[in-house]
């Protein structure tokens, strides 16, 4: 049921972060792979060097640093026992005692939290500190990471993340979720029955999708009327010969446009969403009003006055997939019963938090923060200042409950 959504899919090299807004992923035709950029339309992604196996290290002035260097999954976290040596943000969450308190990887794992002791102990001396503090250190800066890289994406998109739920996934989305959502100020956290999956349940379901593009590169006026629509006519014929002849596709087919616009002058462009009707009826004024409107959510201005330059007519063609029927469980009502109380570093001080079962939590379940909740493929922290709930389709909702959470 959520719309608005900052997506946070952590795995053991890179946190990747992106937005949903009223319930579309956006695009991008400015996204980077390494340091090639990528010309087509993609979904526009933001990648930081902050995994679950990314090295924390000192550099030459005595600054702690994270990533991106990465253990990856061979050798791995010191913790894992498979011949790592170096500290990773992984051995900080064990050395702090969020993880460890269970098997990982469906009991083929089983954390080592004395090998992450070792390894994080030089930076702990390096930093002149124990290695309680130096591990929280390290999740603080991957943390503090995310933050910068957040609030520059925030900033082009021209949102409020008040408005917004984080949604962790990945192996280690959960285990950082909420300490990024209290650093940001988020309010809600929305934590998926199997965050580990998450991404290989998107490719199952996601929709038969491919973008035509057609470059224009005109001053929108009437004299621009017979490229718009040869265009849009040569685009729909491309798009529906490409879903039905060369996919096989023979279900629903919905058609989206986007016109990247901008003001004459500008070195950017914006896309905006027109109605096909407007082009074949030569409505040119409802396509320039549409540009005035979107440049104005997102700039909070506009200059009707200027001329607008039309640069690229893009059809996306999209063809819909049969839709899973996900689960639902019956509400059950009271206190879910934790496995037992363990001891973790946390906010500068050694805590005794109640440690849950994911399988054992039910639709009505609620609790409070501080708490850890263990799963074959993640661990969930859960902060001071937090409540959970679990919702019918068993996902766990994080409300902030304290002004000191949010």
């Not at 608005?4 to 319930?23: K, N, Y």
């Not at 992450?116 to 591990?135: K, Q």
């Not at 988020?186 to 965050?195: C, D, I, Q, R, T």
């Amino acid at each position: 049921g959520a719309k608005e959504l900052l997506t946070l899919d952590v795995g053991g090299t890179s946190a990747d972060i992106s937005l949903v807004i009223d319930g579309n992923p956006q695009f991008g035709t400015g996204e980077t792979i390494g340091e090639f950029p990528l010309h087509i339309p993609s979904v526009s992604v933001t990648s930081i060097g902050a995994g679950g196996g990314s090295i924390a290290w000192v550099d030459g002035a005595g600054v702690l640093k994270v990533g991106p260097e990465s253990a990856g999954s061979s050798p791995g976290p010191a913790c894992y026992g498979r011949g790592g040596t170096k500290p990773t943000i992984t051995d900080a969450m064990a050395v702090c005692g969020f993880v460890g308190q269970a098997p990982l990887a469906y009991d083929q794992l089983t954390v080592d939290v004395a090998r992450a002791h070792d390894a994080i102990a030089p930076l702990a001396a390096a930093l002149e500190t124990d290695p309680e503090r130096a591990a929280a250190a390290i999740i603080e800066v991957a943390v503090s990471e995310m933050f910068v890289e957040i609030n520059k994406l925030v900033a082009r998109q021209g949102i409020d993340l008040r408005d917004f739920s984080l949604m962790p996934f990945g192996g280690g989305g959960p285990m950082l979720g909420c300490f990024l959502a209290r650093e940001l100020g988020v309010a809600h956290v929305l934590v998926p029955h199997s965050p580990g999956v998450v991404s290989a349940l998107g490719g199952l379901v996601a929709d038969l999708k491919a973008d035509f593009i057609g470059t224009l590169f005109q001053t929108l006026g009437e004299g621009a009327l017979g490229a718009l629509k040869e265009t849009l006519d040569r685009l729909q014929t491309e798009g529906e010969r490409w879903l039905r002849d060369e996919q096989g596709h023979d279900g629903p087919a919905v058609p989206e446009l986007l016109a990247e616009m901008r003001y004459a002058g500008q070195s950017h462009e914006i896309d905006v969403s027109l109605e096909p009707g407007w082009i074949t009826n030569g409505s040119i004024t409802a396509i320039k009003e549409a540009f005035h409107a979107e440049h104005h959510k997102r700039f909070e201005f506009n200059d009707p006055d200027v001329p607008i330059q039309i640069i690229n007519l893009r059809l996306v063609m999209r063809g819909s997939t049969i839709l899973p029927d996900l689960p639902t469980a019956p509400k059950l009502d009271g206190t879910p019963q934790p496995e037992r109380d363990i001891e973790v570093w946390l906010d500068g001080a050694h805590r005794a938090v109640p440690l849950y079962d994911r399988a054992a939590l039910s639709h009505g379940h609620v609790f409070d923060g501080p708490a850890v909740v263990h799963q074959p493929d993640t661990t969930l922290c859960i902060l001071p200042g937090y409540r959970a709930s679990v919702d019918e389709g068993l996902n766990i909702r994080l409300t902030a409950t304290q002004g000191d959470a949010a």
